[in-house]
């Protein structure tokens, strides 16, 4: 096992009345992909958005890189590495695709800078055919991708992507699958939220499956494909 880079220890979180994650507990292997199953409500997005600061933990510790993060502001937590691609997208629709990529780039912690705006373009070569159309005359495929790319202008050593696949045509599909190998090859590590089970085990090294707010299962996803509980509940096969 390699040295994690993002430790959850004993995490739990609260929203209004709600116990959403209760006692979840994981780590993410530096410069690898991890990923993180579960259906719709089990607390997924929760978790991510905890890490960011967004969803603060009521309870237990995270560390990143051994240093505790989980009293931090969210934009401490932005510039100490963690790059968030939220469900949402969050582009600036009144901003053209070179100012979204420009404006995010202005807020990169210290220290060089491996994507720039000509390396994110070289990836998403739609955005270079698009770097002067504004954020909201992008498609939604386009949309997730300049979502994904304004978060490595900011130069992340961890990248969370939150569901970058919803909603989108399979073509479109296949091609953020493959820009998510292409990052995570280039030594960003990677925590990705993922409704595509199969794709998601398959870009990744390390799974966890969460129900209800726990870890239910955990393991190096190739183990995991031929596991009889992800296959009968996720991929449809008995």
Known sequence: MTEPILCLENIHTHIGRHHILQGVTLAVE??????????NGSGKSTTLRTIMGLSPA???????????????RVHEIARKGIGFVPEDRAVLFSLTVEENLVATAANRAGGAARWT?????????????????????????EQQMLAIARA????????????????LAPLVVSDIFGIIREIN????????VEQNVRQALKVSSYAYVLETGEIALSGPSRELLQEPRIKASYLGQV
């Open 30 to 39: 530096k410069g690898r992909a991890t990923v993180l199953l579960g259906r």
């Open 58 to 72: 009521s309870a237990g510790a995270i560390r990143l890189d051994g240093e505790p993060i989980e009293k931090r």
């Open 117 to 141: 705006v000509d390396a994110v373009v070289a990836m998403f070569p739609r955005l270079g055919e698009r770097r002067w159309h504004l954020g909201g005359q992008l498609s939604g495929g």
């Open 152 to 167: 490595l202008m900011s130069a992340p050593k961890l990248l969370l992507l939150d569901e970058p696949t919803l909603g």
């Open 185 to 192: 090859a280039a030594g960003t590590t990677i925590l990705l």
